[in-house]
């Protein structure tokens, strides 16, 4: 009796402690994945300031517009005059003027450029680690990944291989994926967070 009170015992022990196991692997109630590239395209905090720095890119691709039809111009007069006559010489030498020109302001506009939307992103991802960490203490998550690209480029096997390196996760169940749940909520803090607009 007593050795049959002890194998019972031993086996509802047992059937105890996988019990919990199982509850603990399957819930994946304390982690998360999340596309953080699809996050920022929809994030309100990005959106309102990328469209600044569309308009100056259209302002600049204006200007090289019209200094290219500068261009045109001086080269459509050097065909009609004489090599030799003092108005070729110059044209030809505000045709070259323009042409440096143009490709110095090009340069300089796709470099200004480049370290403003750096700057963006860099703040808004700042706002979205922010945002996050409520979001994730609101749902009782403890971890969040980054979500793996599928997509890989078309390139050489070095840059393959260097995006596959860079890869946080391999795979991920789709129900554990937030990301739309988060844009919500982010976009949602971004409207609470933001001035209200003055009367004129």
């Known amino acids: 009796m007593r050795l049959l009170l002890l194998l019972v015992l031993c086996a509802c022990t047992a059937g ?11 819930s994946g109630s304390d982690y998360a994945v999340l596309r953080l590239d699809d996050v920022i395209r929809a994030s309100k905090s990005y959106l309102a300031r990328v469209d600044q720095l569309r308009k100056d890119k259209t ?34 030498e505000e045709r070259e003027v323009l042409k440096t020109r143009s490709e110095l302001l090009a340069k300089r506009t796709r470099a200004l450029l480049d370290r403003k939307h750096g700057a963006l992103l860099k703040e808004t991802y700042e706002v979205l680690r922010g945002h996050l960490a409520g979001f994730a203490k609101e749902r009782k998550l403890k971890l969040i990944l980054l979500a793996p690209n599928h997509d890989l480029p078309n390139a050489g096997a070095n840059e393959v291989l260097m995006q596959l390196g860079m890869q946080s996760a ?11 749940a988060f844009i919500s909520y982010t976009n949602g803090r971004h409207a609470a967070e933001s001035p209200a607009p003055t009367g004129p």
């Open 170 to 180: 391999l795979y991920y169940d789709p129900s554990l994926d937030v990301t739309e």
């Open 16 to 26: 105890s402690f996988a019990g919990e196991a199982g509850t603990s692997s399957t």
């Open 59 to 92: 302002e600049a691709d204006a200007q090289l517009k019209q200094m290219e039809e500068q261009f045109q111009t001086l080269t459509g007069k050097l065909e009609v005059l004489s090599p030799a006559s003092d108005k070729f010489a110059q044209a030809q």
